[in-house]
Every structure is written in structure tokens, then in C-alpha cells.
């Protein structure tokens, strides 16, 4: 009866604080400390899997004090028990006999000081589904890790991940909500570029129309002079649209997930 009772305040618990972290760092944090807390774990760490290079990537470790004398950012998906958990999307236990000496002792003990004597690794997933990483605890502090332990791990890992999942599908969507406004946008501007393109292009007519009636007629250095910057003026405005052009054009490839092209001629070129 015990043993449910702290499983249900452990559920209860990870729920009600992992549906109000903010960000990724927050929700990963969040979900170690209740993990190290629920099985009374002296610490731990949790690790995400990168895919692309099949490796459990370092995120967080409990005391914070330990993160500086870590030996190693990330390991091997396949490596130790942390590569076997989540290899197999299972938990497992293990207890050690006590070192007597640095001999004895692995890479991560002489680094951090920290003698392992039981140890709990549990994976990252929900029922069928493909691991996204593990969470490792270290050293109950009373005893050794039971199989009572390993199922609130277990079960504490699962809302975690779904908890991590739906905020990592949260911002997909608001990434995918916001590139498509910059793709509106762009058509938008894009639209209105092509306005004024024809604004100028007709007004640059009626200018050469103005020009060539005055000269038929006789036209003072004043009035010539009027029409040169006029025509000059056409002539920045032209070019002002024609960045407006390019940048509306690198919104669109950057919503759409082109290659970037340049946003307008440079200075010279033909």
C-alpha cells in the first residue's frame, strides 16, 4: 500500500509540475529532480539521443556541483547500462561492491569524486514507441533500488516523455503557424512591390513625355534642371523597390526552407 501511495504522489506530482514547465531546459530539469526525489537517489543525470550521430547527449546532472568534473558530455547510444536501457527501451538495476582503491574505480568515478554503489537507468518512452533518451540515478540512499523503484521510474519516465513530446510538438506548430505568416507576408509584399514597379514605370513615361514636349519648346536651365532630379528621383525610388523585391523574396525561401538568394544587385552590377 505504500509502495502505491508514492507511486500515485510521484505520478500526481510529475504531472501537475511538468505541465507548467516553460522551456525544454526547465521540463528536463523538472524531470530528473522528480526522478531523483521519487526513489530517494543521492543524484543522477539525463541524457537526449541525437539521432544523426547515435549518441545519448549530456543535459542535466543532480548535485549541479558534479556537472563541472564530468569526464564526458555524451556517450554511445550502445554504452553501459545507459546505452542498454535505451537500446532495449527498458530499466535496469545494478549494485556494485565497494571500491578500495582508484584501480577499481571508473573514468566518471575518479572524475567526479562520486563512488557508484547501486545504480537505476530507466528510458525515455512511452509504450512501442522509439526511446528519446534516458534518465540515469545513482546511489539510493538507504538500501538498494527495488523493483518498486524501477516501476515508478518507469512510469514517471513515460509522462515524461509525453509531456516532452507534446511541447516539442507545441513549438513545431508554432514554428510551422509562424513561417507561414512570413510566407503571407512575402506574397504580400511581393504584390505591392509589383504595384509600385508599374506606378514608376508609367510615371517615368509620363516624365519623358513632359521632358520631350518642354524641349520642343523653349525650356530655361531651371526646368532642366527639375527634370534631372526627377529623374533621379525615379531612379532611387526604382531601386529602393527593388530591395523591397529582394527581401520579400528571402522571407519567402526562409519559410519555405530554400537556399537563400542575394536580396538585391549589388552596386554595379548590371
Do not use: W
Not at 563541472?68 to 547500462?81: H, K, M, V
Not at 520642343?216 to 534642371?225: H, K, L, P, R
Amino acid at each position: 500500500m505504500e509502495a502505491d501511495a508514492r507511486l500515485i504522489h510521484a505520478v500526481r506530482t510529475a504531472s501537475q509540475k511538468l505541465s507548467g514547465a516553460g522551456d525544454f531546459g526547465e521540463l528536463l530539469r523538472e524531470i530528473l529532480t522528480i526522478c531523483v526525489d521519487a526513489v530517494d537517489a543521492e543524484g543522477g543525470t539525463i541524457y537526449l539521443h541525437e539521432a544523426a550521430t547515435g549518441r545519448l547527449k549530456f543535459q542535466y546532472v543532480l548535485p549541479a556541483a558534479v556537472e563541472p568534473r564530468l569526464p564526458a558530455r555524451d556517450i554511445p547510444d550502445t554504452f553501459g547500462a545507459a546505452g542498454a536501457a535505451f537500446q532495449n527501451a527498458c530499466t535496469i538495476r545494478r549494485e556494485f561492491p565497494a571500491k578500495t582503491s582508484d584501480k577499481e574505480r571508473n573514468e566518471f568515478e575518479r572524475a567526479t569524486g562520486i563512488d557508484v554503489r547501486t545504480m537505476l537507468v530507466a528510458a525515455l518512452t512511452t509504450k512501442d514507441e522509439t526511446p528519446i533518451g534516458v534518465v540515469q540515478l545513482l546511489n539510493k540512499r538507504e538500501g538498494e533500488f527495488t523493483p518498486q523503484d524501477a516501476a515508478m521510474i518507469e512510469t514517471i519516465a513515460s509522462v515524461a516523455t509525453m509531456a516532452y513530446i507534446n511541447r516539442r510538438l507545441t513549438l513545431d506548430s508554432a514554428r510551422a503557424s509562424t513561417l507561414l505568416g512570413m510566407g503571407k507576408v512575402s506574397h504580400d509584399i511581393g504584390n505591392l512591390a509589383a504595384s509600385l514597379h508599374a506606378t514608376i514605370a508609367y510615371s517615368e513615361m509620363a516624365l519623358d513625355g513632359l521632358k520631350m514636349h518642354l524641349e520642343s519648346a523653349t525650356m530655361d536651365s531651371q526646368t532642366e534642371n527639375f527634370l534631372l532630379v526627377q529623374k533621379g528621383m525615379f531612379g532611387d525610388l526604382k531601386q529602393s523597390v527593388d530591395r523591397i523585391v529582394g527581401y520579400s523574396r528571402l522571407i519567402s525561401d526562409m519559410s519555405a526552407g530554400r537556399g537563400l538568394r542575394p536580396t538585391y544587385p549589388r552596386s554595379g552590377a548590371s
